[in-house]
Every structure is written in C-alpha cells, then in structure tokens.
C-alpha cells in the first residue's frame, strides 16, 4: 500500500458506514434494509480490495465483480426509470471494462 490508500480506505469506511446508517433510518421494508446493506457492504469490501491492491488482475477482478452489488443497488425497486438507469450503468461499464482489459493485456503483454 502507499500513502494515497490509506485515507481512501478511511473514507470508504466512514461513507459506507453513513449510508448503512441512513439505510436503516429510512427503509420502509425490513426486507429491502436487508438487501441494501449486504449490498452496501459487498461494495466496501471490494472497494478496499480495489484501493488497497498494487496487482492490476486482482484491481480487474475486484472492478468487474463491484458492477454486480451496485447495479442492485441503483435497480432495487420496481421504478423504470431506475431499472433504466441501473441497465445503462451495466451497459456502459461492461463496454469501458472491456477497453481497460485490452489496455491491461496490451501492458502484460
């Protein structure tokens, strides 16, 4: 780890830790509160490996396995305009991810 990590790692936790209070706060479903904060925690793990990793296939790993729990997060409900929004996010970070994989592979190489 070097020196930039470490305060965005401390910042991860203490985000993370306010929207898991604010989840709680404002669900209205237990079953929901439930989902949102495994989901929010999924994304503060992985987002620690991301932030704490100097190997760029475990930074890749982490980056394509984070786009699951957040396209949940911004899909949950049944409004369309969030589904919409939570396919576009897919779509488009699926597209850019497979641009930095050539990139990575382009520098291994």
Known sequence: MDSL?????FLNIVITSLSIYYT????????????SILNLILVMILL?????????AVFYIAFEVLILPLFFLIGMGS????LRAAMLFFMY??????????G??????
């Open 5 to 9: 990590n470490v305060p965005l790692i």
């Open 79 to 82: 409004r369309i305009r969030r």
């Open 104 to 109: 990575l592979i382009y520098i291994w190489v």
């Open 24 to 35: 709680i706060l404002s669900s209205t479903s237990y079953r929901a509160m439930q989902k």
């Open 93 to 102: 970070t699926i597209t850019f991810s497979y641009v930095m994989l050539f």
């Open 48 to 56: 620690n490996v991301i932030f704490s990793t100097l190997n760029l």
